[in-house]
């Protein structure tokens, strides 16, 4: 695999090295070995997931943005098995430089439909140093940022690895319509499917962020 990074430091890009005939393809979606050896490095600590989720949405819903408050706050290691989405990490650490700034990652399933949206959204694709054309890549967030999605295909399967276990005591969430974060989702206004608890969170002006950049999010490794 190739690890890829952003403009935002610890949000990072991942592309499998995919191995194609005509029979079809295989890949390997995840070894913590291989993640240990080029991941860690860049990160400076240990990631351990522990908890798998899917999600199944149609098209213009959007999700987000959510995060885990501390002590439960989760990094994510993300990727689309059917169709396509657009994923989204938005800094949201306190002093952080990059504070309020986010990342936008076309995630393309290994079907007609993802490699289609692809095509059809190359200008976020063009810039990377991919090998291959785009699809299957994943997209890593760490603690600290909030998490969003919109789902560009007809029907999306979106899986995301976990590094802490579910808490729904500690769900947070910024304003996944907050125009001042600059987020261009892809989806026009009139098709977008939203719920009311994604649409009632705070806008980042207003928002009173429990990650700071002093902070440390990893106490398990310190």
């Avoid at 393809?25 to 600590?45: A, M």
Wanted: charged content about 25%; hydrophobic content about 35%.
């Amino acid at each position: 695999m190739e690890v890829i990074k952003t403009s935002i430091d610890g949000v990072l890009i991942i592309e499998p090295r995919v191995f194609k005939d005509k029979r079809g393809y295989f890949f390997e979606s995840f070894s913590q070995r291989e993640f240990d050896e080029k991941v860690t490095p860049i990160l400076g600590h240990n990631i351990n997931f522990v908890q798998d989720n899917e999600s199944m949405s149609c098209y213009g819903v959007m999700r987000g943005l959510h995060f885990q408050r501390p002590p439960y706050t989760q990094s994510k290691l993300v990727r689309c098995v059917k169709g396509a989405v657009l994923d989204v990490a938005v800094d949201i650490r306190k002093g952080s430089p990059t504070f309020g700034q986010h990342v936008s990652c076309l995630l393309c399933a290994h079907d007609e439909e993802g490699r289609a949206i692809a095509k059809q959204h190359h200008d976020m694709l063009d810039h990377l140093p991919l090998r291959e054309t785009g699809e299957g890549l994943q997209f890593f967030v760490p603690r600290g940022f909030a998490h969003g999605f919109s789902v560009l295909s007809e029907l999306a399967v979106f899986q995301y690895k976990c590094d802490n276990f579910y808490h729904p005591e500690a769900d947070g969430g910024i304003n996944i319509k907050d125009e001042d974060l600059g987020i261009d989702w892809r989806i026009p206004t009139n098709k977008t499917i939203l719920s009311k608890k994604d649409i009632l969170h705070a806008c980042l002006k207003d928002f009173d962020s429990p990650f700071s950049l002093d902070m440390n999010l990893y106490p398990e490794f310190y």
